[in-house]
């Protein structure tokens, strides 16, 4: 299963042009390295999206699907880095690192990597191992304290 994966994931970088065919398998690569042995997917999320690591995951109502914990894709205009890890204030962790990406849109879990070279690989390697470390025994809905 998990090879069936990695073709689809090599399947969907080998129909990029260049330069963007490079960068994802770049950081398809970084990801692989930092996390062996992990599962892989292509999920349609607005095209194509490579998502390592996944996780079922549920609503209020129950459960709902399966989701990854960090993931790639190409984008019109970018280059996507997803990565799910969250702190304990309700933020993503990749809201908290936005000197890292110097001059890109971050989004709450997502970079929109409009100059990837600018992207140092022990980055996307923290990214990928806290995203997963968070994910790789399922989801867990945060309990929210109220207000009294």
Known sequence: MADDGRAAAEAVIDTL??????TMRHLHEVILDALPGIDVAV???????????GYDYSTSKGPAGRWFSIGIANRKA????YAMA??????????????????M????????????????????????TESWAQFKDGFHRPVRAKAT
């Not at 999920?43 to 690591?53: A, H, P, R, S």
């Not at 969250?86 to 001059?103: I, N, T, W």
């Not at 709450?108 to 390697?125: A, F």
């Open 86 to 103: 969250g702190m304990a204030d309700g933020h993503y962790l990749v809201e908290s690192m936005p000197d890292r990406f110097p001059g």
């Open 43 to 53: 999920y349609d999320y607005g095209g194509k999206l490579i998502g390592y690591g």
């Open 17 to 22: 042009d260049e330069p963007r065919r490079s």
């Open 78 to 81: 970018y280059v996507a880095l």
């Open 105 to 128: 849109k971050i989004g709450r879990s997502c970079v929109n990597m409009t100059r990837p070279e600018l992207v140092d690989d022990d980055t996307v390697r923290y990214l990928a």
